[in-house]
């Protein structure tokens, strides 16, 4: 799966790499940050993408803070690299194969879930920072087992090959010796403009009512949802 990423299908299907959504993403990020009093001065971002969540980030925190992209797509380098300056550095190399790369926060930003051997993967990730940022897709709810189609759509659209809830999210990161800080759940598809299809639309209203009754419900029943994990 991973060469889709790097014979071009990916760009082809995504041609901005997802960057109109980071600086939500980012967003997001500098909140759970912020609300577990952290100031991490070494910020790292492996499969950053566009590179656009961290560039994103500098406007957060305070000069004093270094960020650090790790890309293996050249496709994705290319973009990312173009922003570039003297506190954001990218490198077109797998993270986990630098032994000296260390930082106080390493994030994996929609990550984990494309990775095929992805035990091994978080195992090797838990040893390059203190700190630890994972932003997961939840695939896995009622109305998409029921249906089927979102969860084949997303598999050949972005690369999906993993599917979580909360739990057994919560529970992969456990497993791999994390220990979980905070959380919370993120829903792009309430917040940001033209997100999905019309079906994924129509369910926004009974979405964000449940969703304010009842988190979990809604989450497990609608779906639509991620959820963004500080650990160390």
Not at 18 to 30: R, Y
Request: aromatic share 12%; proline share 3%; glycine share 6%.
């Amino acid at each position: 799966m991973n060469t889709i990423y790097e014979d071009g299908t990916y760009l082809q299907n995504h041609p901005t790499w997802h960057e109109e959504d980071s600086p939500w993403k980012a967003k997001q990020i500098a909140k759970i940050i912020k609300r577990n009093n952290l100031n991490p001065l070494t910020i790292c971002e492996i499969g950053c993408g566009a590179g656009e969540i961290l560039n994103s980030l500098q406007t957060e925190f305070s000069d004093k803070t270094s960020f650090y992209g790790y890309e293996i797509s050249t496709n994705a380098f290319e973009i990312c690299n173009s922003k570039s300056n003297k506190k954001l550095h990218f490198f077109l190399k797998d993270l986990l194969n630098e032994k000296e790369a260390i930082f106080d926060l390493v994030m994996a930003i929609d990550v984990f879930e494309h990775v095929e051997e992805y035990f091994g993967f978080l195992r090797k990730l838990k040893e390059k920072g203190k700190y630890k940022l994972f932003h997961i897709p939840l695939d896995l709810s009622v109305q998409t087992v029921l249906r089927s189609s979102p969860i084949l759509k997303d598999r050949l659209l972005y690369g999906h090959i993993h599917y979580f809830t909360k739990e057994t999210a919560l529970a992969t990161l456990k497993d791999t010796g994390y220990e979980v800080l905070d959380y919370f759940y993120t829903c792009p598809c309430l917040e940001l403009q033209n997100r999905g299809g019309w079906k994924s639309s129509l369910l926004n209203v009974p979405r964000k009512l449940l969703f304010s009754i009842n988190q979990d419900l809604a989450v497990r029943i609608l779906g639509r949802f991620s959820l963004l994990v500080l650990a160390k």
